[in-house]
Protein backbone atom coordinates (compact mmCIF):
# COMPACT_ATOMS: atom_id res chain seq x y z
CA UNK A 1 0.00 0.00 0.00
CA UNK A 2 1.37 3.95 -1.29
CA UNK A 3 4.05 5.26 -3.26
CA UNK A 4 6.49 3.30 -4.44
CA UNK A 5 9.71 4.69 -2.67
CA UNK A 6 13.45 4.16 -3.53
CA UNK A 7 15.09 0.48 -3.86
CA UNK A 8 16.52 0.70 -0.74
CA UNK A 9 15.83 2.00 2.32
CA UNK A 10 16.36 5.24 3.74
CA UNK A 11 18.99 6.30 6.44
CA UNK A 12 17.23 7.87 9.97
CA UNK A 13 19.10 9.67 12.07
CA UNK A 14 18.59 8.51 15.68
CA UNK A 15 17.62 11.69 16.63
CA UNK A 16 15.61 13.12 13.95
CA UNK A 17 12.36 14.26 15.38
CA UNK A 18 8.69 14.49 13.69
CA UNK A 19 9.24 16.02 10.47
CA UNK A 20 5.61 17.89 11.37
CA UNK A 21 7.00 18.73 14.96
CA UNK A 22 10.40 19.28 15.76
CA UNK A 23 9.35 20.37 19.73
CA UNK A 24 7.64 17.30 20.72
CA UNK A 25 10.02 15.69 22.75
CA UNK A 26 8.00 12.49 22.27
CA UNK A 27 8.76 12.42 18.77
CA UNK A 28 12.03 13.25 19.33
CA UNK A 29 13.00 10.77 22.41
CA UNK A 30 10.63 7.95 21.64
CA UNK A 31 10.46 7.20 17.79
CA UNK A 32 14.03 5.05 17.36
CA UNK A 33 13.60 3.16 20.94
CA UNK A 34 9.95 2.11 20.12
CA UNK A 35 11.01 1.25 16.51
CA UNK A 36 13.67 -1.00 17.37
CA UNK A 37 11.92 -2.95 19.86
CA UNK A 38 9.43 -3.69 17.69
CA UNK A 39 9.15 -5.99 14.13
CA UNK A 40 6.48 -5.04 11.62
CA UNK A 41 4.78 -7.89 9.88
CA UNK A 42 2.79 -6.38 6.55
CA UNK A 43 -1.11 -7.99 6.88
CA UNK A 44 -2.39 -6.13 3.17
CA UNK A 45 -0.25 -8.65 1.49
CA UNK A 46 0.16 -12.01 3.40
CA UNK A 47 2.17 -13.40 0.45
CA UNK A 48 4.73 -10.55 -0.25
CA UNK A 49 5.43 -10.69 3.48
CA UNK A 50 6.07 -14.30 3.63
CA UNK A 51 8.63 -13.41 1.15
CA UNK A 52 10.26 -10.30 2.80
CA UNK A 53 9.80 -10.79 6.17
CA UNK A 54 9.01 -8.81 9.05
CA UNK A 55 9.47 -4.47 7.95
CA UNK A 56 10.65 -1.82 10.30
CA UNK A 57 9.01 1.56 10.02
CA UNK A 58 11.13 4.53 9.40
CA UNK A 59 10.52 8.34 8.25
CA UNK A 60 12.05 9.74 5.19
CA UNK A 61 11.97 13.67 6.48
CA UNK A 62 13.24 14.18 2.47
CA UNK A 63 9.47 13.26 1.17
CA UNK A 64 7.80 13.32 4.52
CA UNK A 65 6.90 10.16 4.46
CA UNK A 66 6.66 6.63 6.18
CA UNK A 67 8.75 4.30 4.81
CA UNK A 68 7.46 0.85 5.18
CA UNK A 69 9.69 -1.74 3.27
CA UNK A 70 12.34 -1.39 1.45
CA UNK A 71 10.07 -0.27 -1.73
CA UNK A 72 7.21 1.33 -0.04
CA UNK A 73 5.58 4.24 1.83
CA UNK A 74 3.09 6.25 3.00
CA UNK A 75 2.71 10.03 2.35
CA UNK A 76 2.26 11.62 5.85
CA UNK A 77 0.13 14.18 4.01
CA UNK A 78 -2.36 11.40 3.04
CA UNK A 79 -2.44 9.71 6.46
CA UNK A 80 -5.63 11.26 8.86
CA UNK A 81 -4.60 8.61 11.86
CA UNK A 82 -3.84 5.06 13.14
CA UNK A 83 -5.09 2.72 15.36
CA UNK A 84 -3.83 -0.21 17.29
CA UNK A 85 -6.14 -3.56 18.30
CA UNK A 86 -6.07 -5.47 21.26
CA UNK A 87 -4.06 -8.09 19.59
CA UNK A 88 -1.54 -6.06 18.19
CA UNK A 89 -2.64 -4.84 14.72
CA UNK A 90 -1.52 -1.59 13.35
CA UNK A 91 -3.61 0.26 11.13
CA UNK A 92 -2.53 3.40 9.73
CA UNK A 93 -4.94 5.05 7.89
CA UNK A 94 -4.26 6.88 4.70
CA UNK A 95 -6.59 8.96 1.64
CA UNK A 96 -3.99 9.02 -1.47
CA UNK A 97 -5.10 10.90 -4.69
CA UNK A 98 -5.94 8.44 -7.39
CA UNK A 99 -3.24 7.98 -9.93
CA UNK A 100 -3.33 10.33 -13.01
CA UNK A 101 -4.70 8.74 -16.25
CA UNK A 102 -1.78 7.24 -18.71
CA UNK A 103 -0.50 10.23 -20.16
CA UNK A 104 -2.09 12.72 -18.69
CA UNK A 105 -0.13 15.98 -17.82
CA UNK A 106 -2.80 17.49 -15.60
CA UNK A 107 -1.81 19.41 -12.40
CA UNK A 108 -5.78 19.24 -11.58
CA UNK A 109 -6.81 17.39 -8.02
CA UNK A 110 -7.81 13.91 -8.11
CA UNK A 111 -10.39 12.18 -5.98
CA UNK A 112 -9.16 10.68 -2.81
CA UNK A 113 -9.77 7.04 -2.37
CA UNK A 114 -9.52 4.74 1.03
CA UNK A 115 -5.73 2.73 1.54
CA UNK A 116 -5.02 1.07 4.36
CA UNK A 117 -2.01 -0.28 5.68
CA UNK A 118 -1.90 -2.66 8.46
CA UNK A 119 0.79 -4.60 10.45
CA UNK A 120 1.12 -7.33 13.39
CA UNK A 121 3.16 -5.96 15.97
CA UNK A 122 5.77 -8.04 17.09
CA UNK A 123 8.67 -7.57 19.88
CA UNK A 124 12.20 -7.60 17.98
CA UNK A 125 13.57 -9.95 20.56
CA UNK A 126 10.67 -12.53 20.59
CA UNK A 127 9.50 -11.79 23.00
CA UNK A 128 5.90 -10.70 24.65
CA UNK A 129 4.87 -7.65 22.95
CA UNK A 130 4.78 -4.63 25.08
CA UNK A 131 1.31 -3.55 24.08
CA UNK A 132 0.76 -0.49 26.49
CA UNK A 133 4.43 0.88 25.65
CA UNK A 134 3.11 1.26 21.70
CA UNK A 135 -0.47 2.02 22.78
CA UNK A 136 1.45 4.91 24.91
CA UNK A 137 4.08 5.89 22.72
CA UNK A 138 4.04 4.85 18.95
CA UNK A 139 0.07 4.81 18.77
CA UNK A 140 0.23 8.86 19.96
CA UNK A 141 3.17 9.41 18.05
CA UNK A 142 1.81 8.18 14.33
CA UNK A 143 -1.31 9.57 15.13
CA UNK A 144 0.73 13.25 16.12
CA UNK A 145 2.17 12.87 12.15
CA UNK A 146 -0.68 12.49 10.80
CA UNK A 147 -2.28 15.27 12.50
CA UNK A 148 -0.08 17.74 14.36
CA UNK A 149 -2.06 19.95 16.02
CA UNK A 150 -4.69 17.22 17.05
CA UNK A 151 -5.35 16.30 20.82
CA UNK A 152 -7.00 13.16 22.05
CA UNK A 153 -10.33 12.36 22.87
CA UNK A 154 -11.72 14.79 20.44
CA UNK A 155 -15.49 15.06 20.03
CA UNK A 156 -17.52 16.71 16.84
CA UNK A 157 -21.02 17.41 16.84
CA UNK A 158 -21.96 16.65 13.13
CA UNK A 159 -25.08 18.54 12.47
CA UNK A 160 -27.22 16.69 9.53
CA UNK A 161 -30.10 18.02 7.41
CA UNK A 162 -31.57 14.66 6.10
CA UNK A 163 -34.16 16.45 4.01
CA UNK A 164 -31.26 18.98 1.65
CA UNK A 165 -30.74 18.01 -1.86
CA UNK A 166 -31.23 14.63 -2.60
CA UNK A 167 -32.05 13.86 1.25
CA UNK A 168 -28.75 11.53 1.21
CA UNK A 169 -27.31 13.66 4.38
CA UNK A 170 -27.39 10.65 6.77
CA UNK A 171 -26.29 8.33 4.21
CA UNK A 172 -23.41 10.69 4.30
CA UNK A 173 -22.69 11.23 7.34
CA UNK A 174 -23.28 7.77 9.03
CA UNK A 175 -20.98 6.17 6.03
CA UNK A 176 -18.32 8.62 5.00
CA UNK A 177 -18.15 11.46 7.31
CA UNK A 178 -18.64 9.13 10.52
CA UNK A 179 -15.55 6.50 9.80
CA UNK A 180 -13.67 9.30 9.03
CA UNK A 181 -13.88 10.86 11.61
CA UNK A 182 -12.90 7.58 13.47
CA UNK A 183 -10.08 7.00 12.00
CA UNK A 184 -8.58 10.17 13.14
CA UNK A 185 -9.42 9.37 16.59
CA UNK A 186 -12.71 11.58 16.48
CA UNK A 187 -15.88 10.89 18.30
CA UNK A 188 -18.66 12.19 16.09
CA UNK A 189 -21.89 12.91 17.65
CA UNK A 190 -24.52 13.12 14.82
CA UNK A 191 -27.54 14.39 15.14
CA UNK A 192 -29.95 15.15 12.63
CA UNK A 193 -32.31 18.33 12.22
CA UNK A 194 -36.11 17.70 12.42
CA UNK A 195 -37.78 20.79 11.55
CA UNK A 196 -37.20 24.17 10.23
CA UNK A 197 -35.03 26.38 12.29
CA UNK A 198 -33.85 22.94 14.17
CA UNK A 199 -30.44 24.12 13.62
CA UNK A 200 -31.08 27.79 15.01
CA UNK A 201 -32.50 26.53 17.91
CA UNK A 202 -29.58 23.87 18.75
CA UNK A 203 -26.33 26.28 18.15
CA UNK A 204 -28.34 28.40 21.11
CA UNK A 205 -27.82 26.12 23.31
CA UNK A 206 -25.34 27.40 26.27
CA UNK A 207 -23.18 24.19 26.74
CA UNK A 208 -22.03 23.82 22.95
CA UNK A 209 -19.00 25.11 23.60
CA UNK A 210 -17.72 23.20 26.30
CA UNK A 211 -18.53 19.88 24.85
CA UNK A 212 -17.82 19.73 21.93
CA UNK A 213 -13.96 19.83 19.80
CA UNK A 214 -15.80 21.51 16.17
CA UNK A 215 -19.46 21.62 14.70
CA UNK A 216 -19.46 20.05 11.26
CA UNK A 217 -22.52 20.63 9.21
CA UNK A 218 -23.69 17.56 6.94
CA UNK A 219 -26.40 19.20 4.28
CA UNK A 220 -26.68 22.10 1.58
CA UNK A 221 -25.59 26.21 2.18
CA UNK A 222 -29.21 26.36 4.18
CA UNK A 223 -28.23 24.44 6.74
CA UNK A 224 -25.15 26.37 8.22
CA UNK A 225 -27.52 29.61 7.52
CA UNK A 226 -29.47 28.15 10.21
CA UNK A 227 -26.96 27.39 12.14
CA UNK A 228 -25.13 31.06 11.47
CA UNK A 229 -28.53 32.82 12.80
CA UNK A 230 -28.75 31.12 15.94
CA UNK A 231 -24.62 31.77 16.61
CA UNK A 232 -25.73 35.09 15.79
CA UNK A 233 -28.14 35.53 18.82
CA UNK A 234 -25.73 34.10 21.58
CA UNK A 235 -24.51 36.87 24.17
CA UNK A 236 -21.20 35.22 23.24
CA UNK A 237 -21.36 35.20 19.53
CA UNK A 238 -17.99 36.63 18.48
CA UNK A 239 -16.09 34.29 21.26
CA UNK A 240 -17.55 31.05 20.02
CA UNK A 241 -17.31 32.04 16.44
CA UNK A 242 -13.41 32.55 17.43
CA UNK A 243 -12.92 29.64 19.46
CA UNK A 244 -15.20 26.61 17.96
CA UNK A 245 -13.78 25.54 14.54
CA UNK A 246 -16.65 24.25 11.24
CA UNK A 247 -16.24 22.19 8.80
CA UNK A 248 -18.91 21.70 6.14
CA UNK A 249 -19.70 18.21 4.52
CA UNK A 250 -22.04 18.87 0.66
CA UNK A 251 -25.37 17.32 0.70
CA UNK A 252 -27.49 19.78 -1.08
CA UNK A 253 -28.41 21.27 -4.05
CA UNK A 254 -26.09 23.99 -4.00
CA UNK A 255 -22.96 23.74 -2.00
CA UNK A 256 -21.63 26.71 -2.25
CA UNK A 257 -18.97 26.88 0.30
CA UNK A 258 -17.82 23.32 0.42
CA UNK A 259 -17.01 23.64 -3.17
CA UNK A 260 -14.70 27.10 -2.66
CA UNK A 261 -13.26 25.32 0.30
CA UNK A 262 -12.42 22.33 -2.23
CA UNK A 263 -11.16 25.10 -4.38
CA UNK A 264 -8.93 26.44 -2.18
CA UNK A 265 -7.78 23.73 -0.04
CA UNK A 266 -6.62 22.23 -3.87
CA UNK A 267 -9.01 19.32 -3.33
CA UNK A 268 -10.88 17.48 -5.99
CA UNK A 269 -14.76 18.44 -5.23
CA UNK A 270 -16.22 15.54 -3.62
CA UNK A 271 -17.78 14.59 0.10
CA UNK A 272 -14.41 12.58 0.36
CA UNK A 273 -12.01 15.13 -0.19
CA UNK A 274 -14.33 18.03 2.46
CA UNK A 275 -13.92 15.42 5.41
CA UNK A 276 -10.17 14.90 4.42
CA UNK A 277 -9.56 18.24 4.89
CA UNK A 278 -11.87 18.15 8.31
CA UNK A 279 -9.29 15.24 9.60
CA UNK A 280 -6.61 16.62 8.59
CA UNK A 281 -7.43 19.68 12.04
CA UNK A 282 -5.72 22.97 10.81
CA UNK A 283 -8.58 25.17 11.20
CA UNK A 284 -8.39 29.11 9.49
CA UNK A 285 -9.67 32.26 9.74
CA UNK A 286 -12.67 33.16 7.58
CA UNK A 287 -15.07 36.25 6.77
CA UNK A 288 -18.34 36.25 7.58
CA UNK A 289 -20.61 39.37 6.80
CA UNK A 290 -23.58 40.85 9.09
CA UNK A 291 -26.47 42.31 6.77
CA UNK A 292 -29.20 45.19 8.45
CA UNK A 293 -32.50 45.63 6.97
CA UNK A 294 -35.00 48.48 6.71
CA UNK A 295 -37.39 46.80 9.22
CA UNK A 296 -34.87 46.29 11.67
CA UNK A 297 -33.30 42.23 11.28
CA UNK A 298 -30.00 41.37 10.98
CA UNK A 299 -28.73 38.47 9.60
CA UNK A 300 -25.66 36.49 9.30
CA UNK A 301 -24.09 35.36 6.01
CA UNK A 302 -21.14 33.18 5.09
CA UNK A 303 -21.52 32.92 1.10
CA UNK A 304 -23.68 35.71 -0.58
CA UNK A 305 -26.49 38.03 -1.14
CA UNK A 306 -28.06 38.30 -4.71
CA UNK A 307 -30.85 40.11 -6.04
CA UNK A 308 -32.66 40.22 -9.41
CA UNK A 309 -32.14 37.16 -11.91
CA UNK A 310 -29.84 35.35 -9.53
CA UNK A 311 -31.87 35.43 -6.33
CA UNK A 312 -35.47 34.45 -9.14
CA UNK A 313 -33.57 31.52 -10.30
CA UNK A 314 -32.53 30.47 -6.70
CA UNK A 315 -35.75 31.14 -4.34
CA UNK A 316 -38.35 30.41 -7.93
CA UNK A 317 -36.75 27.29 -8.68
CA UNK A 318 -37.16 25.79 -5.06
CA UNK A 319 -40.46 24.02 -7.01
CA UNK A 320 -37.94 22.00 -8.74
CA UNK A 321 -36.12 20.80 -6.21
CA UNK A 322 -36.10 16.70 -7.17
CA UNK A 323 -33.93 17.61 -9.98
CA UNK A 324 -31.04 18.44 -7.79
CA UNK A 325 -28.43 20.94 -8.72
CA UNK A 326 -30.12 20.69 -12.36
CA UNK A 327 -33.03 22.97 -11.15
CA UNK A 328 -31.08 26.05 -11.36
CA UNK A 329 -30.06 25.48 -15.20
CA UNK A 330 -33.89 24.63 -16.18
CA UNK A 331 -35.02 27.63 -14.28
CA UNK A 332 -32.64 30.19 -15.30
CA UNK A 333 -33.77 29.38 -19.09
CA UNK A 334 -37.34 29.97 -18.16
CA UNK A 335 -36.35 33.38 -15.94
CA UNK A 336 -34.71 34.44 -19.44
CA UNK A 337 -36.90 33.98 -22.01
CA UNK A 338 -39.57 35.81 -19.08
CA UNK A 339 -36.70 38.67 -18.32
CA UNK A 340 -37.45 41.74 -16.36
CA UNK A 341 -35.18 44.86 -15.35
CA UNK A 342 -35.05 45.64 -11.74
CA UNK A 343 -34.56 49.27 -10.53
CA UNK A 344 -32.30 50.16 -7.49
CA UNK A 345 -30.09 52.31 -6.16
CA UNK A 346 -26.58 50.73 -5.12
CA UNK A 347 -24.09 52.53 -2.76
CA UNK A 348 -20.51 51.22 -1.65
CA UNK A 349 -17.52 51.45 0.01
CA UNK A 350 -14.38 50.26 -0.11
CA UNK A 351 -12.50 51.29 3.38
CA UNK A 352 -13.17 50.37 6.97
CA UNK A 353 -15.75 52.45 7.90
CA UNK A 354 -18.72 53.27 10.72
CA UNK A 355 -21.85 52.10 8.89
CA UNK A 356 -24.54 54.45 9.08
CA UNK A 357 -28.39 53.18 10.17
CA UNK A 358 -30.30 52.01 7.50
CA UNK A 359 -32.30 55.01 6.69
CA UNK A 360 -29.98 57.14 7.44
CA UNK A 361 -27.63 58.79 4.46
CA UNK A 362 -23.91 56.96 3.61
CA UNK A 363 -21.06 59.35 4.19
CA UNK A 364 -19.08 61.33 1.64
CA UNK A 365 -16.71 58.38 0.66
CA UNK A 366 -18.89 56.09 -0.70
CA UNK A 367 -20.50 55.79 -3.85
CA UNK A 368 -23.62 55.78 -5.66
CA UNK A 369 -25.27 54.36 -8.33
CA UNK A 370 -29.05 54.82 -9.11
CA UNK A 371 -29.89 52.60 -12.45
CA UNK A 372 -31.80 49.95 -13.90
CA UNK A 373 -30.03 46.21 -13.16
CA UNK A 374 -30.18 42.37 -14.66
CA UNK A 375 -28.09 40.88 -11.77
CA UNK A 376 -26.38 41.75 -8.30
CA UNK A 377 -24.67 39.29 -6.88
CA UNK A 378 -22.33 40.38 -3.70
CA UNK A 379 -19.95 37.27 -3.44
CA UNK A 380 -17.95 36.27 -0.81
CA UNK A 381 -16.30 33.14 -1.55
CA UNK A 382 -14.97 31.81 -5.35
CA UNK A 383 -17.88 29.29 -5.63
CA UNK A 384 -21.96 30.22 -5.29
CA UNK A 385 -22.40 26.67 -5.69
CA UNK A 386 -20.94 23.05 -7.11
CA UNK A 387 -19.71 23.62 -10.76
CA UNK A 388 -20.19 27.87 -10.73
CA UNK A 389 -16.64 29.49 -10.47
CA UNK A 390 -18.55 32.55 -9.70
CA UNK A 391 -15.98 34.91 -8.07
CA UNK A 392 -12.89 33.58 -8.82
CA UNK A 393 -10.68 36.55 -7.31
CA UNK A 394 -12.66 35.70 -3.46
CA UNK A 395 -10.55 34.71 -1.15
CA UNK A 396 -11.84 33.25 2.06
CA UNK A 397 -10.29 35.90 4.13
CA UNK A 398 -9.73 38.54 2.53
CA UNK A 399 -12.00 41.09 4.06
CA UNK A 400 -13.97 41.68 0.94
CA UNK A 401 -17.13 41.95 -0.60
CA UNK A 402 -17.14 41.08 -4.74
CA UNK A 403 -20.16 43.02 -6.31
CA UNK A 404 -20.95 41.26 -9.48
CA UNK A 405 -23.14 43.75 -11.78
CA UNK A 406 -25.34 43.86 -15.12
CA UNK A 407 -26.82 46.67 -16.24
CA UNK A 408 -29.98 46.83 -17.37
CA UNK A 409 -28.92 47.92 -20.82
CA UNK A 410 -27.59 44.03 -21.45
CA UNK A 411 -29.35 42.03 -23.84
CA UNK A 412 -30.25 38.04 -23.11
CA UNK A 413 -27.64 37.32 -25.24
CA UNK A 414 -25.28 38.83 -23.05
CA UNK A 415 -27.24 37.12 -19.84
CA UNK A 416 -26.97 33.65 -21.16
CA UNK A 417 -23.29 33.88 -21.71
CA UNK A 418 -22.57 35.00 -18.17
CA UNK A 419 -24.36 32.25 -16.95
CA UNK A 420 -22.67 29.54 -19.46
CA UNK A 421 -19.50 31.32 -18.03
CA UNK A 422 -19.87 31.15 -14.82
CA UNK A 423 -18.49 27.22 -14.83
CA UNK A 424 -15.19 28.47 -15.41
CA UNK A 425 -14.70 31.93 -14.54
CA UNK A 426 -14.59 33.55 -17.73
CA UNK A 427 -17.73 35.78 -17.11
CA UNK A 428 -15.07 37.83 -15.54
CA UNK A 429 -14.09 38.94 -18.92
CA UNK A 430 -16.98 39.94 -20.20
CA UNK A 431 -17.63 43.75 -21.11
CA UNK A 432 -21.06 43.80 -19.63
CA UNK A 433 -19.79 42.16 -16.67
CA UNK A 434 -19.19 44.70 -13.85
CA UNK A 435 -17.17 43.92 -10.52
CA UNK A 436 -16.57 45.84 -7.83
CA UNK A 437 -14.43 44.99 -4.72
CA UNK A 438 -15.87 46.79 -1.72
CA UNK A 439 -16.05 45.90 2.46
CA UNK A 440 -19.73 47.42 2.71
CA UNK A 441 -22.65 48.25 0.74
CA UNK A 442 -26.30 49.28 0.58
CA UNK A 443 -29.08 48.40 -2.11
CA UNK A 444 -31.98 49.93 -1.98
CA UNK A 445 -34.87 48.19 -4.50
CA UNK A 446 -36.98 50.72 -6.33
CA UNK A 447 -38.99 48.19 -7.95
CA UNK A 448 -41.02 45.33 -6.16
CA UNK A 449 -40.43 42.75 -8.84
CA UNK A 450 -37.81 40.28 -7.02
CA UNK A 451 -36.23 38.73 -4.15
CA UNK A 452 -33.26 39.29 -1.65
CA UNK A 453 -31.18 36.20 -1.47
CA UNK A 454 -28.83 35.80 2.02
CA UNK A 455 -27.01 32.33 1.39
CA UNK A 456 -29.78 30.67 -0.39
CA UNK A 457 -32.54 31.87 2.21
CA UNK A 458 -35.11 34.58 1.58
CA UNK A 459 -35.22 37.58 3.34
CA UNK A 460 -37.79 40.28 3.89
CA UNK A 461 -37.90 42.71 0.68
CA UNK A 462 -36.31 46.24 0.89
CA UNK A 463 -33.47 48.23 2.08
CA UNK A 464 -30.62 46.48 2.96
CA UNK A 465 -27.08 47.03 4.09
CA UNK A 466 -23.75 44.76 5.02
CA UNK A 467 -20.62 44.89 5.95
CA UNK A 468 -17.57 42.43 6.25
CA UNK A 469 -16.17 41.32 8.96
CA UNK A 470 -13.14 39.84 8.40
CA UNK A 471 -11.61 36.20 10.00
CA UNK A 472 -14.61 36.31 12.33
CA UNK A 473 -14.72 32.34 12.17
CA UNK A 474 -12.57 29.47 11.93
CA UNK A 475 -13.25 27.53 9.54
CA UNK A 476 -11.80 23.85 8.22
CA UNK A 477 -10.44 24.92 4.29
Not at 39 to 44: D, L, S, V
Not at 83 to 110: E, F, Q, W
Not at 316 to 330: I, K, Q, T, W, Y
Request: net charge negative.
Amino acid sequence: TGSTSSTSEPLLDPHMSSVHNTDSPVLSSSWPSVLDSLKFIPINNLEASRKAGPSKLSLDASNNAIVTSSTTSIKIDDCIGADITDTGLLTIHAYPMSAPKCGSTSTKPRPRTYSQSTFQLQSSDAGTLDLPLCNSTLLPLLRSLCNPSSSSNRKYLVLVNPFSGKKQGLKIAQEIVKPMLLQSNITPIITPTTHPGHATELMSSPTLLSSYDAIIAVGGDGLLYEMMQGLSRRPDSSTFLEQMPFGIVPAGSGNGLAASVNSVADKFDDTTSNVFVICKNVPKPADLSLYHTSEGNSYSSFLSLSWGIVADVDLESEVLRALGSLRFDVYAVWRMIALKKYQAKLSYVNREVEMPKVGEPVGEEWTTIEDNFLCFWALQTSHASQGMHTSPSSKMDDGKFHLYVVRGKATRLNLLTSFLAFEDGSHVKQKHMEIIECTAFRLEPLTDNSHIDIDGEEVEYGTIQGQVKAGAWRLFY
